[in-house]
């Protein structure tokens, strides 16, 4: 019986070899040709790499990034139509594996946006996150997508399934926001709501409190919008340029314009370098024609921070608006000193 089986083996092995042989004999052609496709992708020769990919698929059919890497960079070289008929014949093979074939479709929702053809973006998008549930990337990219095409009642389940993955809670708290800021006008309730689920998910959101305060403005309800965007002076003191207009504005209209100052003199006590939060108040104090008052406080700031070009540039209009020449010119040539020190191509951040 033991005869037998080292019969069976060896005829097995007989068999098998040229198969073997060939498979090994195919990889070794084919790897050059991809690692050198690889290489001129990096170096950014599209043409040399084109043709390197094309080598490797012709000897190996299944060297599926190959594949995918020679249609994305046919779409980088205007070819749209071509790259995405490699990665739906791709697309259509029955052997890929889970990995590769998640690979084709992403592949594929890149084409079809560069083609702007959402519909069928959405539709691959919505075969990724069926095959994966925990691919969030795609969920989002999808999300935007049901936004963007209005496609409200979908995406309003999709954000759900996220919000349910607490590792998910901040990237849906950022897409509830989006939703709640496109949502149609026709149901303010909706897109309320929407801001709510967003600062459930993720009570720190400052773009969530930023919107939903534009949203209150845009329903009447000025002191709401007043309310939410003061809670951001107390969560981020520092990102206080994002809603001193819309406050001022608020303010203006609900009839409390003397309280921005009150507010402004207290969260500089919080951030006291921020230059534009000073210019700020030394405009509120100029529109109530206080000019004094203004000038003492753009001087005191430019005794502390005297490389502030944004703040000095005041100070030399506030001059000026005084007839205040002598002073103005001195203080544009301590600008002049400033910017003239800097090296060479530095960009000044702004205030």
Not at 135 to 160: M, N, P, R, V
Not at 273 to 291: N, R, T
Not at 330 to 335: L, R
Request: aromatic share 6%.
């Amino acid at each position: 019986m033991s005869w037998l089986i080292v019969v069976i083996l060896a005829v097995l092995v007989v068999a098998v070899y040229p198969i073997v042989r060939d498979f090994l004999r195919k990889r070794r052609t084919a790897v050059p040709a991809y690692v050198e496709g690889l290489q001129a992708a990096l170096d950014g020769r599209p043409a040399d790499a084109i043709a390197r990919f094309r080598e490797a698929v012709g000897i190996d059919t299944d060297n599926v990034d190959a594949y995918i890497r020679l249609g994305d960079l046919f779409m980088q070289q205007g070819e749209t139509e071509r790259a995405i008929k490699i990665h739906e014949n791709l697309a259509l093979r029955r052997n890929l594996d889970k990995r590769d074939e998640k690979k084709v479709l992403q592949a594929l929702v890149r084409d079809y946006m560069k083609a702007d053809r959402k519909v069928k973006a959405i539709s691959i998008l919505e075969e990724l996150v069926h095959l994966d549930k925990t691919d969030a990337q795609s969920a989002e990219h999808l999300a935007e997508l049901y936004i963007e095409t209005g496609a409200w009642d979908k995406c309003e389940e999709l954000l759900k399934e996220l919000a349910r993955n607490h590792a998910h809670r901040q990237r849906a708290a950022r897409l509830y926001t989006e939703y709640g800021r496109a949502y149609p006008k026709n149901n303010p309730g909706a897109a309320l709501a929407a801001f709510e689920t967003a600062l459930k998910l993720d009570p720190g959101s400052i773009p969530a409190r930023l919107y939903m305060g534009d949203h209150q403005l845009s329903q009447g309800d000025t002191n709401a919008a007043i309310s939410v965007w003061n809670d951001i002076l107390e969560l981020a003191p520092d990102k206080n340029a994002l809603v001193r207009e819309r406050l001022e504005r608020a303010y203006f209209d609900a009839g409390k314009f003397e309280d921005i100052t009150t507010l402004y003199e207290k969260l500089l006590r919080k951030v006291p370098d921020d230059a534009g939060l000073v210019v700020a108040l030394a405009e509120i104090h100029q529109k109530k024609d206080d000019l004094p008052a203004a000038i003492r406080l753009l001087e005191r700031f430019a005794g502390r921070q005297k490389d502030n070009v944004f703040s000095r540039v005041a100070l030399a209009a506030m001059y000026l608006e005084k007839d205040e020449v002598a002073h103005a010119r001195a203080v544009i040539g301590e600008v002049l000193a400033v910017l003239q020190s800097e090296p060479a191509g530095s960009t000044r951040k702004g205030v």
